[in-house]
């Protein structure tokens, strides 16, 4: 009987997948006619716009080629960073961030966040289903600025990156199922509505907000997330003793850093390509001045990072240096386009100092964030948007505009995810046992080791004083 | 002289530590093993296989001790090496195992003074 | 005595590599006349004929770099999902596809698969060898959609793809000396034969089969070629107990799931890349269009493999959802190109499933495929070429030329390496002997560990029952 | 008091960084003129050259992207085959490499190395700190061949290798603060002064002294910085015995060849990159040429250093194998515009058979390079530079100045890294002593294991005979 | 009381265990060690280097019997240890040891009923 | 006959084992294990928190002896063992036990000739 009732909680939450897959032949009889109609109105275009529509489409392919490839980057820092015992879960969750992500963001997701001119200024609005405007055949608008598959393909990315940085900071206790819950949730309905009021024409866009390649719209809202998922989860068993917060080093540190260098080649993708047309000399100009501050402020960042941990902990830490190099990225996204390099350089040194920083902060409120997620994406996210209210020379771009539009956009993800995550601990879903914690989720969740062949220890290290 | 070989769980090795300590049984060699007794393994799966692990991880304790210790020691690691109160089924063994003779190797020291 | 025959054996096929080498010194004496030639020919082109021929080149330039960086990937993806002691071994194959096959492909294979106008409709030409039309200089004719060099590298890149996909399936049992005679044979006849079929213009190309980027002309070689060797080396030691298949786990989960991402960026070269003309706002659109559905199909196979593996086997098995994402990958690389986005989604999730068949398939079969090169290159390759039947919307695609042109290509592939193996096995270097294999072949055929610092376990897990 | 020395020892060099904290400081206040200044000198530019510029500053954007990539090889590469315990040694060095190096070359590297016209055919110039003629608006110079900021990005990348190379042959052994120490004067001074020599348009440039992309500028001047250290640092423990050399075999061939594959790919930004103008049928006929005969040359060494070592060895060694693929590509570096196809294939031939016999003679002179940093950047960097002489076709090139000038540049490195390493060594700086050694870097440099769940053996191997 | 320890090739692992089996011989603990002995090594190379690997991977079990199963236990670590019929140089020793106590940690039970 | 077991530093392998080698020692077999002795351990940090790691890396070696070598053997590894001309603290031990028997798998021979 209590088996039965397991495979029915199994089976309830599946049944979500399942759920988007009855989507998709509901919607078999939906696209055609729409694709159809659309086939005959293609425009004729001038030459330079044909020459502007096909370099501006091709470029951001390859840029958002770039982006998805940080989804390897991720999976790899945050399994070096984790014991080896939750390797499987975290490479799982990744996977299906991405691929879960892809069709919710399909479905919901790109019509919720680009839901077309008539809602402008809004709070919310739903363009359909699919990607509107997108053909198999031939470009449905040769005078539009790119292809909307390249704008479907580029958006996307973004939205599964943003699903993906959660991920770290519930590493080690959350069930797999729920994360497959809080992911599809995140990237179908959470991320596009906030997305939607900067980059979808919505209210704060109206209201001058600025934030050229998402510190606050990706980034904050992923760190944010996940801060409400380690908040609601609880530290893992041992984080924390009698107060004091001890270190659960990660597992392969060559993992961590070649995630890190991936991330880093990635965001060449996500913060240039962000200038979505690329065509003519100044767009040019602008798409590779845009990857010189983002170089500076990472590289600014890592060194930041590096020296501070230095004098704080008496010797050279490369988890700080690597957080440093990303915190440097984060800060640098929402104003890439708009600051000097010089303020580049200084946003690269201020991120390293903040994630350290964050790091301690999150010790003393004995929050448990595995890989640093808050401290880099929430923290620097943050960091970013007010950064630009600081060093931007854009035109109407306010301090105080950015103030709101960061604080708005941090609420909103952190407090809706914290009724998700409260919901799902609710229904007693959330969180493993202490037993299969201590085991690993890659054996009570999936049976798995990720490295059989291998006697890994864990229990051999202890906080000093003990 | 005694050489104490205790089984124990990885988890309770923490424990069995402290417990040492108490009774001033401050030195001791330990390796990781893997045991196979009453208790039953797991099912893991690869790509739709089941394999059975009967073999379970252990930590094995070796601790050489003059006879006055080896009561306590027993005591100790019986003590610390118990998961929850009544102890679960795979909690481990100790063999007790008489030494002849024990030698210092920095100094060259033997017999009881080595240990 | 026996020391020495066993030496000359070793020479025996070494020479092979010799044979290649002395094909250089020959053509030295050959190519630069023919480029010296041909130096004067460059044609004038109008102005948007240049901007075309720029674009397509370079784009198609970095398309062919995001195939070779799916070597990387494939080499991650079976080391992963093999055993520590087979480690040197797999990633000296990928290594050795890439680089004896660049070069055999450079002196036979690319003039047999692109024999030229003269060999339209036919089954068997040879265009000589080399690239015809390329040289260091100026652009030989600038009319053309792209320069011959793009061309060659992109196509050279298929070729090892083809080629390294049997590395997985043969993994942990074969002579390195055979791998090197049957990967120089891949890509120096098998594939580029019946890729001529196709993409060479040949007859089934002339009978109206359509493959966009090779699910049937590359993969489903590939895969075929794979079970052909699987067939006649036979399955590893301890893979099939009293008929009872056994699982033998791979030693690094994580550099398995590395290699699936890696792949699918790597893809985004493969099939759009396939577009070959980029230029011109119906080009772009539908290279960007290809990308799309090359995206959904790869989600959709990953969510799909991940369910019909947790409802069988009770538990989410990674592995499934990565070479479910390949399937997705493989599946739709046919008809990228002409199929709706609901249908890409239906694609991939046939193939997530087809792929969990697949992998039982071979078990009842007990036939072993160490990382199911079969079920992802070969079963999806097969349902890619048929797909394209069912779902295609180009002009003249026909279910019944889709099974035709499926069928021949993948019987041409597992017929003739069917024979390759065999004859291999007759001369008695196709497969280590037990003792060898029992050891790893790094050690018994290259005297090296991969992981010297570590001590691996392996043969404490036995199968359930036992 | 020793503890206060010992601390005073760290801030002697960690204020080094400090240093470069302050430059920025300084340059706050001299950037944003001369950036306003520039603003309104925007020139008109025709259509064509609108588009050259454009596709011009993209392609070199995403070639640098490439070449960036490459930081991650390296890394992985020299991890893999070193042993364990120096992993975050080395993965922390790599990232400093390319961060300490951007942040110097663009304060001081970059001016240094373009100074400008004024100093043509010159020894030394200094155009300014920063990107001269670099601004966050639109383009400064639209009748220009690209952005002054695709520039500085792909030049720092270029950088950002040189001193990576380094990394390699002094792993194991060399103080961590020494080492950026190095780091800063290589990419702050050393490269880009012999760098102006050919590229800035300096002297040797003016004497026609040809190297496409860097077979002597870049990869010799990394060699030979590297063999200066491995000959001032001296052998690591163990590593010689008695006169004989005993093998310390790499922690991880995966990571190993993983590294050789992502390097292998990032070089088609470094070759086909250093193109520069990719715009017209020619210039992108000729980019993918480079493509080619890079491919070709790769292949080739790893042929050619799988034959070698398997004749010498008598057994197929895979580090040789990766080596000689790296071999070949750095042979080519110099020529790859300008030799024919067949050349390309001997040029990576005898890549192969140098890589090893360098490899060789080092170990006859008791030098440990652990990575084979010399044989592969130094020797077949210095063969690159020859080999223009002999194969190269374009015009005015020699084998007179190609000697002369891979002489300077390489005499040019060795001499003033030897200097620089020579100081850090009288300074008691440069090596750690042998307990921190033996102990490994990652502990008693940085207080971290790389991978602390996984007990590693490391004595249990001893060479032949002992 | 004897505490056996058998030094055994990898591959005879499940034909020890399934010969222990047989004889009622459930428990044990076993450990990856490296050994030396009569049989030969090999050369492993590395960039052009041999070495010599003299150290073998063998697993070593510990078994702790009471005397009435010494024999037994010893008789089917022999026959499930031997490398095809003859045995092979190399397929390892078995060392009986003497054993004062034996201690279960879950119940203190001690002696042989704790076995 | 006794089964000698050394801990040892991981660094003096290779001089234990010549020196046994010396006196005809030929056969023995090693484990890796950690040890917790007099020798102080280090402070190792993750991402700005410090860590005790007192568990030192140490090699066992387990070697079966006939009662005329054990003298012999205990010597070897006192020389070959010492870090140093005086030796360092952490240096290890030996424990020699008694063994009532011994066993050669491949063969059944049994006592002294077995060894
Ligand atoms: N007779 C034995 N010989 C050697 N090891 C034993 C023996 N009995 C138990 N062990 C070790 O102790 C561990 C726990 O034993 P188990 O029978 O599972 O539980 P319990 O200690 O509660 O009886 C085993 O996994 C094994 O490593
Ligand atoms: N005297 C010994 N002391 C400790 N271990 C031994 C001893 N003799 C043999 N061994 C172990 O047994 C293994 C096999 O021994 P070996 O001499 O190679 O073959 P055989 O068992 O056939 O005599 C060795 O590798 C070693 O681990
Ligand atoms: N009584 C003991 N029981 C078991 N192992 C011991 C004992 N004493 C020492 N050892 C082992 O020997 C190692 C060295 O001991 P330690 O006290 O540090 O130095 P020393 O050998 O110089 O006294 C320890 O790390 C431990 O592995």
Known sequence: MKYFIGRLGDWRTTSLV??????????????????????????????????????????????????????????????GMNAAKNTINILFKNVMDLSVGVLLFFFIGFGLMYPGGDYEGKWFGFGGTGISGMDMGPAVDATADYSPSADFLFQVAFAATAATIVSGAVAGRMHFKS???????????????????KWGGGWLDAMGFQDFAGSVVVHAVGGFAGLAGAIVLGPRIGRFVQGKSVAMPGHNITFAALGVLILWVGWYGFNPGSQLTYWGADNASITTYIAVTTTLSAAAGAVAAMVVGWVMFNKPDVTMALNGALAGLVGITANCDQVALWASIVIGLVSGLLVVVGIM????????????AWPVHGLCGIWGGLATGIFGTAEGVSFGTQLIGTAVICAWAFFTMLIVFAILKAAGILRVSAEEETRGLDISEHGMHAYPQIQLTEDHVSPVGA | MKLIVAIIQPSRLEAVKSALTEVEVFRLTLMDVQGFGRQKGHTETFRGHDLAVNLLRKVRLEIAVNDAFVERAIQAITKGGRTGDEGEIGDGKIFVLPMDDCIRIRTGERGNEAI
């Open chain 1, 18 to 79: 399942a759920l988007a897959v009855t989507a998709t032949v509901l919607s078999l009889f939906i696209f055609p006619a729409v694709a159809l109609a659309q086939d005959e109105a293609a425009a004729t275009a001038s030459q330079e716009q044909e020459a502007a529509y096909t370099l501006n489409t091709l470029v951001m392919f390859l840029c958002a080629v770039l982006v998805l490839f940080m989804q390897a980057g991720f999976a790899m820092l945050e399994v």
């Open chain 1, 179 to 197: 994360y497959l819950v809080y992911s599809a949730i995140l990237t179908g309905l959470i991320y596009p509505i906030s997305g939607m009021w």
């Open chain 1, 361 to 372: 902060l999150l010790d003393k409120l004995s929050i448990d964030d595995p890989v640093g």
